[in-house]
């Protein structure tokens, strides 16, 4: 299979659970195509149906309905013993780790080989190179308790790593982890992506991490797939209710409740960046050239692919020629903005 390829391709997916209380639709109709070789990241709220969409492309729950494609290979027409012979091609690390405290890092790593019957030698040869190569050869005799969340975490991807799979599948793989940890552990995928060319398919509710490291990226929402794409497409110009708020940051993106400008009656734009170089200070300029300053009330900007994406909310002089200058002055640039209630 060639990068760029699908290696994964779902189609018309779904996936109901019974209850006492009667069927819950967990997905419904999901479509979604991934890339050879891609970062593919899945976005949305608690409950959208992110980690059920995980699980079913790995056949840890069966879809009651539509299929998944493995290398062009449905796996609901494969026998248990084929199904898991491809889960030893998707590695899989969790929010929690799942490693086993009676077990030192080495046999952690080897565990899963031990599984599939690889020979003692060669399993804790491949537990050296893995060890090492997530930063951690020095600490093999240690067990996970005396080591960090981060840690930890790197240990969990050795071991996904063990069976050399062609995907990895990170279910909110740095949920429980501090910015800098996060950003260390999304610099690691990185690497293994480029590296190794694993295909990583990123579950995650932090817009940050589909920013950090993703090619494509889908947005779930109440069990349905809203809209997918390259990142920088879905960033620049989200058409979905929920990726809007997600992306744009209409108020907080985990909350209902809406942000407040104040008691001020000045006239109050959004300014929507769907492109522009990231290094390139719009706001700066405009001040300068129209020698009349605004007021930032509020701000939600990513850098993708070295442009700048996202919104801000400015409060205009009081004075109607002013205003009106600074508008020309956004119109000029090709700058989108809207009045704010």
């Not at 997916?13 to 891609?38: H, Q, Y």
């Not at 997530?134 to 975490?153: C, H």
Request: aromatic fraction near 4%.
């Amino acid at each position: 299979m060639a990068k760029g390829d699908n290696i994964i391709r779902i189609v018309n997916m779904g996936k109901t659970f019974e209850t006492s209380s009667g069927p819950v639709m967990a997905l419904d109709d999901i479509n979604l195509d991934i890339k050879e070789g891609s970062i593919q990241g899945i976005i949305g709220l608690s409950g959208a149906g992110k980690s059920t969409l995980v699980r079913c492309i790995n056949y840890l729950e069966i879809p009651t309905s539509g299929e998944v494609q493995f290398e062009g290979r449905s796996l609901g027409s494969m026998t248990d013993r084929e199904i898991r012979s491809i889960r030893r091609n998707m590695g899989m690390i969790f929010q929690q780790f799942n490693l086993l405290d009676q077990r030192n890092l080495l046999r952690n790593v080897t565990f899963p080989l031990e599984i599939a019957g690889e020979d003692k030698k060669k399993a804790k040869a491949r537990a050296h190179e893995l060890l090492e190569m997530v930063g951690l050869a020095d600490r093999e005799k240690n067990y996970p308790s005396q080591l960090s969340g981060g840690q930890k975490q790197r240990v969990a991807i050795a071991r996904a790593l063990a069976t050399n799979p062609k995907i990895l599948l990170c279910d909110e793989a740095t949920s429980a982890l501090d910015p800098k940890t996060t950003n260390q552990i999304l610099d690691l995928l990185k690497k293994i992506n480029e590296e190794l060319g694993v295909t990583i398919i990123v579950i995650t509710h932090q817009m940050s991490v589909v920013e950090a490291i993703c090619d494509e990226v889908a947005i779930i929402d109440h069990s349905h797939i809203v809209e997918s794409g390259p990142v920088s497409e879905i960033f620049s110009n989200p058409r979905s209710e929920i990726g809007r708020r997600l992306i744009l940051g209409d108020g907080d993106a985990y909350a209902d409740t809406p942000i407040t400008f104040g008691d001020s009656k000045n006239e109050k734009i959004r300014i929507v960046f769907d492109g522009h170089n990231a290094h390139e200070p719009i706001i700066s300029d405009m001040i300068l050239q129209c020698k009349t300053p605004v007021n930032i009330l509020f701000a939600n900007t990513h850098e993708v692919d070295g442009m700048a994406v996202g919104q801000m909310v400015v409060e205009l002089p009081e004075a109607e020629e002013e205003a009106a200058l600074l508008k020309k002055y956004l119109k000029s640039k090709n700058i989108d903005f809207s009045e704010v209630e």
